[in-house]
Nanobody, 127 residues
Framework: QVQLVESGGGLVQPGGSLRLSCVAS????????IAWFRQAPGKEREGVSG????????YYADSVKGRFTISRDNADNTVYLQMNSLKPEDTAVYYC????????????????????WGQGTKVTVSS
């Protein structure tokens, strides 16, 4: 069964850290570019970060640049999102998604390009 499963979300105080994991099963993550998206209550889903399949280039939304770090471990079929200095505005459901169409992500890709999506993990930043 082909699926992506996110984990690592939870409640954290402002300034805290979380590490999200995205584990793939049924396919090899190394063949795909992977992105993290998030959707806050009442808002549209937005791209947060991505890592390319070809040369592991990364991109970050301006809102998270310098605070979030994306990485991949192809041996474990897992992509991580390390989130530091979290702010209340980072509160959202975070999704990972796999893109086979692009070997290099820039953050401008359409959602329809992503073949597989996880179910999401909720992150709440609050004191």
């Amino acid at each position: 069964q082909v699926q992506l499963v996110e984990s690592g979300g939870g409640l954290v105080q402002p300034g805290g850290s979380l590490r999200l994991s995205c584990v793939a099963s049924g396919f090899f993550l190394k063949d795909y570019s992977i992105a993290w998206f998030r959707q806050a209550p009442g808002k549209e889903r937005e791209g947060v970060s991505g890592v390319s399949s070809s040369v592991s280039d990364t991109y970050y939304a301006d809102s998270v640049k310098g605070r979030f770090t994306i990485s991949r471990d192809n041996a474990d079929n897992t992509v991580y999102l390390q989130m530091n200095s979290l702010k209340p505005e980072d509160t959202a459901v975070y999704y990972c998604a796999a893109n086979l169409m692009r070997s290099r992500l820039t953050g401008t890709e359409a959602e329809y390009e992503y073949s597989y999506w996880g179910q999401g993990t909720k992150v709440t930043v609050s004191s």
